[in-house]
């Protein structure tokens, strides 16, 4: 989550700089070949991109990087804290999105949820005149759409399809898309700039494999809630470079965000624990 937070701030920093959405999704698609290479040549070797499932890993693709350019968006118009706070409304959609298009059974007490989580997006929002970036916050609540969207597109391939080899190909359609959109604008960046876009393109991949190799050791009820530790780094980074204190309102909002996401991951987790014996 360290790395992601930064990510978004590398993200956020070459924005001001002039450089496009499209340029960055490039730079950090391409530069994280490097990392996603080396440990696909050391774990699973590179017979794992033989794929049965190319239209799956493609809808995926496209759904994950509709997400990437509105949240790389949403942080170029957003404080980085707030920018961050909205992606946790993913968990949410996801719940939605699980009902709607695999037709899983959501109970009351998770609707529940997903209702008190959005209340807290409201809160972050702050709907009042001359208060509400209304571009940013729609553009992080795409993003988080799509965050979601792409998660549940990977559930409908998962059955076949290993981790590196959906991140590969995740990875590459970020590269294609990138380099069209860089076509229609391509800006030079300067030297401090071009190492900036090199570093998060580091960065976004390592932290990739830092939460596939979690995901590896521990549950993912274990993993879960770490996804929110992303708010205090992001926090530091906001004020340390923009000097940007997080509003009060974020902060509230942030929680009962967090707070109905961990209720979801709870009672999803015991939808697949077993029962108890009695002794």
Sequence with gaps: MACMACLSAIV????????????????????????????IARTTGFSVL???????????SIVGL????????????????????????????????????????????RWAAVFVGFLGVLIMARPIPGEMNVPGVTLGILSALGA????????????TERGPTIVFYFTLGG????????????????PLTLAALVLGGLIGGVGQLFLTEALRQAPVGVIAPFDYTQLVWASLLGLVIWGELPH???????????????????????????????G
């Excluded at 956020?12 to 080396?38: C, D, H, Q």
């Design 175 to 190: 590269v294609v898309l990138g380099a069209v959109g860089s076509a229609f604008h391509w800006v030079t960046p300067d």
């Design 148 to 159: 979601a969207g792409a998660m549940v597109a990977i559930r409908q391939i998962s059955d």
């Design 66 to 109: 509709t997400g990437m350019v509105c949240g790389f968006s949403a942080v170029q118009h957003l404080p980085l804290t707030e920018a961050t706070a909205l992606q946790f409304t993913s968990p949410l959609f996801m719940t939605a999105l699980s009902a709607l298009l695999l037709s899983e059974k959501v109970g009351r007490h």
């Design 12 to 39: 956020k920093w070459t924005g001001s700089r002039g450089v496009p959405v499209f340029e960055i999704i490039l730079f950090r698609n391409l530069f994280a070949f490097i990392p996603l290479g080396l440990y």
């Design 248 to 278: 009060p309102l974020t902060l509230v909002g942030a929680v009962v965000v967090a707070a109905s996401g961990v209720y979801i991951l709870h009672r999803e987790l015991r939808r697949f624990r077993p029962p108890s014996r009695p």
């Design 50 to 60: 033989r794929t049965q499932r190319p239209l799956g890993h493609a809808t995926r």
